[in-house]
């Protein structure tokens, strides 16, 4: 069976994620195709309730034609039965990628429609808070086209789950935090199981902890900042009751540079993590004063790594966030991390993949690494 995912903002990211959760999953599947932002992925049914697996996917849908002979695309639209609902007043929606399939798809949908006697609107919007908002699934249709993909979409991500589990938490500093959504795509590129034991060792009020507890996982939480900690627990204990959690968490204060004093040796299956990356930075640094930085930072992830060794078994993927900066000269200042993690007994999985936008003062890399 063929299923086209639409890929969030960060489509690279969201394509390794993919790749991850399908892995992890013990799902068999092969990409046969994709573009800028779309996946096409060969793979047995999937249920629809996949979706909520995914931190960067938006839709997924059922690809019922890959064929440019129209004769071909009419049969298969017609052999879809594409609308089975009660409401005989719908709306339907067209995302269309690298097609020119579209307004032969159109004015099918508006012909089929009057044959079954429905009264079709077709919207352009394409939010999809309003598309869940509105049922669109149940009440009316959504078709993607990219090439010669004709999809029926049969799952959108909620982005209202996400909202009210960044909004109800009661503890959040927005200035350290990360996004909801990146956390579950970290944690997801970890692989890591239900009931095997993530850590992030720089954990702050708990995102990725969160993110990865929601997978029932069991995560522990460890950082030097007692606030923090106090924040990070307050939101889990909500967390855990708000969504009846079973898999357990545990918070240490205690520096990082020094974790194995905390983690037993070999225990752990997965880490996520969201370093300190250095002091807010209103003004861009000199090229100086982010080399000074960039040097303290290598001291301070080379400490990590080294303790991670021992507390992570062999195969164990450590995802983080490393920053490279912009400087006031107009140069970016960054270290290297693959031959730190070589040294250490890393090796990278994948290219590191950018994240964020490139205007930002501090850049983002997420590197994938595996124990070896
Ligand atoms: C960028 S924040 C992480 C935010 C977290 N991802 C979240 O969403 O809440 C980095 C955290 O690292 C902590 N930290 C900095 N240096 C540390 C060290 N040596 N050991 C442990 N934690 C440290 C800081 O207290 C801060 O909470």
């Avoid at 799902?27 to 573009?35: A, K, L, N, V, Y």
């Avoid at 919207?123 to 049922?135: E, F, I, R, Y």
């Avoid at 699934?137 to 009210?164: C, D, H, M, T």
């Avoid at 400490?303 to 006031?328: D, F, H, Y």
Wanted: overall charge positive; proline content about 3%; glycine content about 6%.
């Amino acid at each position: 069976m063929l299923y086209l995912f639409l890929l969030g903002r960060d489509p690279e990211l969201s394509r390794l994620e993919v790749e991850s959760v399908l892995e992890r999953e013990k799902i068999t599947f092969r990409i046969c195709d994709e573009g800028k932002n779309v996946l096409i992925i060969d793979c047995n049914e999937l249920k629809p309730e996949i979706i909520k697996e995914f931190g960067g996917i938006i839709k997924i849908a059922k690809v019922i034609s890959n064929s440019g002979r129209f004769d071909q695309i009419e049969d298969n639209l017609e052999k879809a039965n594409l609308y089975n609902g009660q409401n005989n007043k719908i709306e339907y929606y067209i995302d269309s990628f690298n097609t020119n399939l579209c307004s032969f798809v159109e004015d099918y949908l508006k012909n089929y429609f009057k044959g079954i006697g429905i009264k079709a609107l077709y919207k352009k919007t394409n939010d999809p808070s309003k598309l869940v908002n509105k049922n669109i699934l149940n009440k009316g249709i959504n078709i993607i086209i990219f090439r010669n993909y004709i999809g029926n979409v049969v799952a959108i991500s909620n982005p209202l789950e996400f909202k009210k589990r960044d909004l109800s938490r009661p503890e959040v500093d927005y200035m350290k935090v990360i996004s909801i959504r990146l956390a579950k795509i970290l944690v997801n590129l970890t692989k890591v199981k239900n009931g095997g034991i993530l850590l992030d060792p720089f954990c702050g009020s708990g995102t990725i902890l969160q993110e990865a507890l929601l997978n029932k996982i069991n995560v522990i939480g460890i950082d030097g900042d007692e606030k923090s900690i106090k924040q990070a627990e307050k939101n889990l204990n909500w967390l855990v009751k708000e969504y009846s959690l079973n898999s357990k968490f545990q918070l240490i204060k205690h520096d990082s540079r020094k974790l194995s004093e905390k983690i037993k040796e070999n225990s752990i299956d997965g880490v996520a993590t969201e370093p300190y990356m250095g002091p807010y930075i209103r003004k861009l640094p000199t090229l100086e004063g982010a080399k000074m930085l960039i040097n303290e930072l290598s001291g301070l992830y080379t400490s990590l790594l080294n303790e991670l060794r021992k507390v992570v078994k062999v195969g164990c993927r450590v995802v983080i966030i490393i920053p490279k900066i912009r400087t006031r000269e107009n140069k970016i200042v960054f270290l290297d991390f693959k031959a730190i993690a070589e040294k250490n007994s890393f090796i990278l999985a994948f290219k590191p993949v950018p994240y964020g936008y490139k205007e930002n003062k501090i850049l983002r890399e997420i590197y994938i690494l595996e124990k070896i």
